[in-house]
């Protein structure tokens, strides 16, 4: 069962666009990661948030966690094609292992 | 090549064979996990160990799912009596301790035809 909801699950936009994709909980977070996947490859992480209303920028990417700890943002300016991949969101960490969202695939066309 | 290494990197088997996958973590790595993704999907959790100790194993591991980690090194999880079903990716990952990041490999991809 997943219990993180990412939306949207598609986005294809053109290169120079901004866009912003979102996960969603009913759960409180306490913390929340945000991974980066290719076709035929495992994700990679792009950032750890942890405290409610953080905000943290990776060049172009700004992730928000949200003041409830139950949503985040990660928002994306002036995209490239390089930013095609699927975007996942995943909370916990702990023993257990991580719980991922479905995803959004993101498509930047040249 | 200092991180998480799986391999085949992809396998075709026919439905009701054995399959086993093989995961090397990054050195030192004593938290080693699995991940099971299908199409459309994110990563489900399927199970963890803390060097060789199996602490933890989700519903989705049928008893025809096994996996070990004899030395606390490298992995390996064998399917047993492969279905269509069980066609996606596997992917393990590694991490040094419970709050640190974890690593993935690239996968490997299960086609059962």
């Known amino acids: 069962t997943q219990l993180l909801e990412q939306s949207p699950q598609f986005l294809s936009i053109q290169e120079g666009e901004n866009l912003t994709v979102y996960c969603n909980s009913s759960s409180v977070f306490s913390s929340l990661q945000w991974y980066r996947q290719e076709p035929g490859e495992g994700p990679v992480l792009l950032v750890t948030v942890v405290t409610g209303g953080e905000v943290k920028k990776l060049k172009r990417l700004t992730f928000q966690f949200g003041d409830a700890r139950k949503d985040s943002s990660l928002h994306i300016t002036a995209a490239q094609p390089g930013d095609t991949g699927l975007y996942l969101c995943?909370?916990?960490?702990?023993?257990?292992?991580?719980?991922f969202g479905k995803g959004t695939h993101l498509i930047i066309q040249p | 090549d200092t991180g998480v290494s799986q391999n085949p990197r992809h396998k075709i088997t026919k439905r009701g064979q054995n399959v086993t996958f093989r995961c090397d973590p990054i050195?030192?790595?004593?938290?080693l996990y699995w991940y099971r993704q299908t199409l459309g999907q994110g990563p489900e959790f399927l199970t963890y160990f803390q060097n060789e100790a199996q602490l933890e194993k989700s519903r989705l591991l049928s008893d025809r799912f096994s996996a070990e980690r004899p030395k606390g090194s490298f992995s390996t999880l064998e399917i047993q009596r492969t279905e269509q079903g069980d066609s996606a990716m596997y992917l393990c990952?590694?991490?040094?301790?419970?709050?640190?990041?974890?690593?993935f490999g690239q996968g490997t991809r299960l086609t059962v035809v």
């Open positions: 995943a909370r916990g960490g702990g023993a257990d292992g991580l719980t």
């Open positions: 050195s030192e790595h004593n938290r």
């Open positions: 990952a590694s991490k040094v301790a419970w709050d640190t990041e974890a690593f």
